[in-house]
């Protein structure tokens, strides 16, 4: 027992305590298989067997998600062999534009999630062709530089449909929107109200549906009707962007794409509406809480 004690000290007596550097990188590593990526991060800043331990591909291929293969196929037609599992994950995480520029896909930081917008652009809008109607507006509040805005119509209809290779799990789909027109004054944000009307006598019907038979719907008033009582109230704050969950649905494999469909519709044509942006369409993991106001 002496021996043991006198091997913890040094020549002057002081105690050897062992520390974090003596941890193998092995252990460190496992116990990174169970940490969120900008956890492993931090830690990796502590010493160089955290910081080793923090680049094994086999820590970071646990955070990708199992459709990773078919993301880089799509996104980038020069394979990215040269890449380690960590880099592939960083690449990822920042937002790729596909099909011409009208979607975008990246990967949540946190939990490696799958999330997806789809741009104005490539959706249906009944009257887009006439500028009396619809116009389509630059602005730097949108991922994809441009919203669809409504002045006037009777017969307000958006819809789209997509199909897509999702990681199993379920999902939540968004409609990103608007009260108000956004400019900019003197170098400030300004939103115009003018054409706002029409959102508070009947209610806003969403529905999304997939390619395996499944469907979600529901509706809502943008603005507060005149009356009490009635079924989806939701006040939408003018001039501030609102995402409008519509439903979820759910992947079982993760090696099938799945066809989504999603619309919006208002065509009671017993009065008109307008004053409206469309930005995109959001998905997101359904465990993912930050996902806007409106879920």
């Given at each position: 027992m002496g021996a043991n004690l006198t091997s913890l000290t040094d020549g002057n007596g002081d105690s050897l305590k062992p520390g974090l550097r003596d941890i193998p990188?092995?252990?460190?590593?496992?116990?990174?298989?169970?940490?969120?990526?900008?956890?492993?991060?931090?830690?990796?800043r502590l010493n160089r067997s955290f910081r080793n331990a923090a680049s094994a591909d086999f820590v970071?291929?646990?955070?990708?998600?199992?459709?990773?293969?078919?993301?880089?196929?799509?996104?980038?037609?020069?394979?990215?062999?040269?890449l380690s599992k960590k880099e592939i994950f960083a690449v990822l995480s920042r937002p790729h534009p596909f099909d011409a520029g009208s979607k975008e896909v990246w990967l949540e930081k946190t939990t490696g999630a799958v999330c997806l917008a789809?741009?104005?652009?490539?959706?249906?809008?009944?009257?887009?062709?006439d500028r009396r109607y619809w116009n389509f507006i630059?602005?730097?509040?949108?991922?994809?530089?441009?919203?669809?805005?409504?002045?006037?119509?009777?017969?307000?209809?958006?819809?789209?449909?997509?199909?897509?290779?999702?990681?199993?799990g379920t999902y939540s789909l968004f409609f990103r929107l608007q009260l108000g027109k956004p400019t900019k004054r003197l170098g400030r944000r300004v939103c115009n109200f003018d054409h706002v009307h029409g959102w508070d006598l009947k209610?806003?019907?969403?529905?999304?549906?997939?390619?395996?038979?499944?469907?979600?719907?529901?509706?809502?008033f943008l603005e507060d009707p005149e009356k009490n009582g009635n079924e989806g109230i939701t006040k939408h704050i003018r001039?501030?962007?609102?995402?409008?969950?519509?439903?979820?649905?759910?992947?079982?494999?993760?090696n099938i794409p799945t066809k989504i469909k999603f619309s919006m519709t208002q065509i009671d044509c017993t009065h008109s509406k307008g004053?409206?942006?469309?930005d995109c369409v959001l998905i997101y993991p359904s465990n993912f809480t930050e996902k806007g106001k409106y879920f």
């Open positions: 990188e092995s252990c460190v590593a496992a116990v990174f298989m169970y940490l969120s990526p900008p956890e492993i991060c931090k830690l990796a970071w291929e646990s955070k990708l998600p199992a459709n990773y293969r078919f993301l880089l196929a799509k996104l980038f037609p020069d394979p990215l062999d040269s789809v741009s104005s652009k490539a959706m249906s809008i009944t009257g887009i062709d630059l602005t730097d509040e949108s991922r994809f530089h441009a919203i669809a805005y409504l002045q006037q119509i009777w017969w307000f209809e958006v819809d789209g449909e997509f199909e897509f290779q999702f990681p199993a209610p806003v019907r969403f529905q999304v549906s997939t390619s395996d038979s499944q469907h979600a719907s529901c509706q809502c001039g501030s962007w609102m995402n409008y969950h519509v439903g979820d649905f759910v992947v079982s494999s993760s004053g409206l942006c469309v």
